[in-house]
């Protein structure tokens, strides 16, 4: 069983809709979430990263965290072409020096 | 500011060749990974460290070797190259802290024939 699944996508959104990328984990010891952002040929960036049940917001950037239900979640409002990436969702577990990250779902923002 | 450096960005190695992966970060973090990653897969751990003089295997560490000899400097051994080996390679480096995300290098593009 992967430890942190994402669907690989890829996942085609029209300009200036929301996108909605989703993660799911398997450790309940998981205690700190990672998205990052992956252009083609690049390294990965990061975008946002949340510890505690509930929303966080950074822009057009909106992550989601539910503990009980073992899934984060990223959405991109007013979604623009240079959002088109790859978005890898990374895992810490507690305790852990280690990142986990998922195999990325591929976005692309139609114009 | 150079944050976390990786060279060679590009590298063609024959079967049997042996070469080491550079990377530098001057954030003084005190954790440092590298990752593989295989076309349309995501990263993979190979080694990591906590801190100078401490290393430890990741998921995929068969065929390399690491050594952390200062905070800044966390180097990447390929002995002996097999094509299995062709990928790319990320240099990562974090603070010691649950909130605190890992910082990538440009990434070193790998090749052996």
């Known amino acids: 069983q992967k430890e942190v699944e994402q669907n690989s996508g890829p996942l085609s959104v029209p300009e200036g809709a929301i996108a909605s990328l989703n993660c799911t984990y398997s450790d309940r010891g998981s205690q700190s979430f990672f998205w990052y952002r992956q252009y083609s040929g690049k390294s990965p960036e990061l975008i946002m990263f949340?510890?505690?049940?509930g929303d966080k917001e950074d822009g057009r950037f909106t992550a989601q965290l539910n503990k009980a239900s073992q899934y984060v979640s990223l959405l991109i409002r007013d979604s623009q072409p240079s959002d088109s990436a790859t978005y890898l969702c990374a895992v810490k577990h507690f305790g852990n020096e280690k990142l986990t990250f998922g195999t990325g779902t591929r976005l692309t923002i139609i114009p | 500011n150079a944050g976390v450096t990786q060279t060679p960005k590009f590298r063609i190695l024959k079967i049997g060749q042996s070469m080491t992966l550079q990377c530098t970060q001057d954030?003084?973090?005190?954790?440092m990974y590298w990752y593989r990653q295989d076309p349309g897969m995501g990263l993979k751990l190979i080694y990591y460290?906590?801190?100078?003089?401490?290393?430890d295997k990741g998921e995929v560490p068969n065929g390399y070797n690491v050594s952390r000899s200062t905070t800044e400097d966390f180097p990447l051994r390929l002995e002996l190259a097999a094509p299995s080996q062709t990928s790319v390679y990320f240099c990562?480096?974090?603070?010691?802290?649950?909130?605190?995300?890992?910082?990538f290098g440009d990434g070193t593009r790998l090749s052996i024939l």
């Open positions: 990562a480096s974090s603070y010691r802290d649950r909130q605190e995300p890992q910082h």
């Open positions: 460290s906590v801190g100078a003089g401490i290393t």
């Open positions: 954030m003084n973090h005190n954790y």
């Open positions: 949340i510890y505690s049940n």
